[in-house]
């Protein structure tokens, strides 16, 4: 029987800035860029697409930390691992970052690439197409990990992102393996539709071995298992996983766990500006729900509320005070 | 008779990027912040302020630019002068001004102070309390000037908040002066009632002697003519300038011009997130009107479009398309 759980949560990551524009459809199509998706790109490419790009705002990013943050505005108690470098950029991360309460101690890359950025194109659908240059995210790696913190975390949650890169890659499965030696709970996003196909069998592998509790959309999932049959995939992951939460866009979301199976409908929203983050704070509220114990009909309400809360505006950071919107007790 | 102008408006300014952050009333009280207000800062109370500040969002500002870049989004040809440092944020300033299309030449500083930065706590009542560091950009002077721009431009447009530094504030004369001998014209806005408090003689000065368009909301107009009878207030600034823009909040605008008054209602909004910029969007409207030799009342109608777009969201840089927004052709 594992100790009481310093963390409710801790979340590992590429540490991002977003870097937020307004475009037209018009503007994807002569940027080359992959509509509603992520697409890694190298510092060039950052400053030529940077510098083409409208006038933007800048707000910390990063799936990860996105949930991280989402989790610790509604009340429980968070970490984030990683790599920022010791530039303004990184200065900023950090500070949004512990400004929400998480805990956050890895040390910023003193020399290297810069702190890493995601250009992302917002067009009038609100649909998000993200470029993402890693720098100093990409060089997170094993000793990044502090194992104490790790082993005082109920639930350890990782964003597939991670796995474009071989060394963050090792320490996450690593970091797998230490939280279930302890006896915790280990979580994983999908991410991305690409990064699935990109790293099929190293999800697969991670899904049966090691993982107990999956986020994905449903075009990841069954990207995952190859098949365009929800419900096999839902029986494939109910298998694989004891816990899944899978959205489905305007259609809601759900939820199984062992033999139960919830439907959970999307929050109305009165104007859809822009998506991204949406699938991050879903996972904030389900992640909240299940450090409370509660039902998965309520994990599921809390990350719809949550999600509705971000498509509502630029950025992938809360605005509102989400506990008071899902109407948790604000003061405990 | 003037040439031809290059360019419609030319706006001088301190070139400042926002720091935006959701607070409660109590943070202000804790902070000791005058609330609606703008305060100005040292880099030490910056950093502990910002320490002190929840997570935020950084988004480009400063009064006069917010204003170029509404008139730019509105399709009117601008320019800008204002001081930035060679850093990061310095290069955010830029490229969200340039890619509005405004002009913008000023060689950053490369020694010295960062770039300005405003820490702007939002309220729930949708009200902004700023903190102002001013950084680099209180050494622009008038070796920043290009007088060619200013002769090329049929307004140069200032902001009353130069006046709280010297250098700025001989810049700001001559560049009245510069644009008076070419046939310019001169536009002023007041920016903030604790401003006018402490320049009024100089303000009525400028008003009397240089300036052809005032802005100003009314605390601010009261303000300068000390009296509390709005229409007396008018008479004054009537006499003193041929044009002015006094915005009222809610209550709408009152544009005169020479005997001409016309009473401007506010434009309806569903949701006020954050007044930061609205002041300023407003001069955009009215601005690009005059550019366009609109009636008085469609200028006002333009300025309250332009404000209430800002007002919807944070930040004081618009997120939707002004020219669709206020119906005007978007292909010219």
Redesign the interface.
Known sequence: MAEQAKYDVLGIGNAIVDVI??VQDAFLTEQSITKASMTLIDEDRASSL??A????????GGSAANTI?GIAGLGARTAYFGKVAN???GK?FI???R??GAGFDVTPLANGPGTARCLIAVTPDAQRSMSTYLGASSLFGMNDLDEDVIRAAAITYMEGYLFDRDEAKAAFVHAAEIAAAAGRKTALTLSDLFCVDRHRQSFLHLVRGHIDILFANEAELLALYETDDFDRALAHVRKDCGFAAVTRSEKGSVLISGDETVLVKAEPI?QV?DTTGAGDLYASGVLYGLSRNLSLAECGRLGSIAAAEIIS???A?A??NLRILCGLDAHS
């Open positions: 524009a307004p940077y510098a790009l409208p006038s933007a705002s800048e707000t910390s943050a530039d303004e950029l900023t500070h949004d970052l400004a929400t009165d500006v505006h630029y950025g950071r605005q509102t």
